[in-house]
C-alpha cells in the first residue's frame, strides 16, 4: 500500500476535515495537521486521482507519497495499448467481460447484477470514469451504481461531484452509492439534500444516512 501525506503548519478545520475522502486520517497537533490516505499502489490511475483529489481539498499544504513501488517494465517487452472507447477482452479483465458484454447489449440491470462482487481493473475503472462525464443522466447514474456493485470506495470523492446534477435520478443514485460505500464523513453532504425536491432523493438520502450510520456500530 502507498501512503499520501500532506502536512500543514496550521491544525485543520472541521469543515476542511468534512471535505477529505473517505479513509483519510487526521493526526491534527500544534505543529499542524498531518492527514493520511492509503492507496492501493498497483492502482496507480486511483493514486493519482486521490492525491489530486487531496491536493484540492486542502491547496496549501504539502503533499508527498510514501511507499510507492513501481515495477519497471522489461526493456524488451512491448508496451501494451488500450483504446478506452472498446476494450478488449483481456484489457477489461476475465471477472467482468460478461458484466460489460450486458453493459453493451443495453441489459444495464443485468450488467449491475453481474457487477455484484467483482473488481474493476484500470480499464474498467477508466470505462466507469468516461460514463460518470456523460452528458446522458442515465449514464452518469449507471457510473454510480457500477461503483457500488464493485465496491470502488475511492471514487466517492468523484461521485461527491454530480450530488447537485440537474437531474434526479443521478442525483438519487449518487446518494446511494455514496451511502454504501462512504463513511461519517459524507453524512454532512448527504444531508444537504434532504429537502431536495425529488421524492426519490429524498427517500435515498434517509437510507443512506441510515445504512452508514449502522456501519458504525
Known amino acids: 500500500m502507498a501512503r499520501i501525506v500532506l502536512t500543514r503548519a496550521t491544525p485543520l478545520r472541521l469543515d476542511e476535515a468534512a471535505e477529505l475522502p473517505e479513509g483519510a486520517t487526521v493526526d491534527n497537533g500544534d505543529a499542524g495537521a498531518r492527514v493520511v490516505v492509503e492507496h492501493d499502489s498497483a492502482d496507480l490511475d486511483g493514486l493519482i486521482q486521490a492525491a489530486v483529489a487531496l491536493g484540492r481539498a486542502l491547496p496549501d499544504a504539502a503533499l508527498t507519497v510514501e511507499d510507492l513501488a513501481v515495477a519497471a517494465p522489461a526493456s524488451a517487452a512491448p508496451r501494451p495499448t488500450y483504446t478506452r472507447a472498446a476494450p478488449s477482452d483481456a484489457a477489461l479483465g476475465q471477472a467482468t467481460v ?120
Open 98 to 217: 460478461g458484466a460489460w458484454k450486458l453493459f453493451e447489449a443495453g441489459q444495464h440491470d443485468e450488467a449491475v447484477a453481474a457487477f455484484q462482487g467483482a473488481s474493476l481493473d484500470g480499464a474498467g475503472r477508466d470505462r466507469v470514469r468516461d460514463l460518470l462525464h456523460s452528458t446522458d443522466p442515465a449514464q452518469v447514474a449507471l457510473a454510480c451504481r457500477i461503483a457500488a456493485a464493485t465496491d470502488w470506495r475511492s471514487f466517492v470523492s468523484q461521485m461527491r461531484r454530480v450530488l447537485d446534477h440537474g437531474d434526479g435520478r443521478v442525483r438519487a443514485q449518487a446518494v446511494r452509492a455514496i451511502g454504501a460505500l462512504a463513511g461519517p464523513a459524507m453524512i454532512w453532504h448527504l444531508e444537504k439534500l434532504s429537502e431536495d425536491a425529488s421524492p426519490e432523493v429524498r427517500e435515498a438520502v434517509a437510507a443512506a444516512i441510515t445504512e452508514i450510520e449502522g456501519r458504525q456500530g
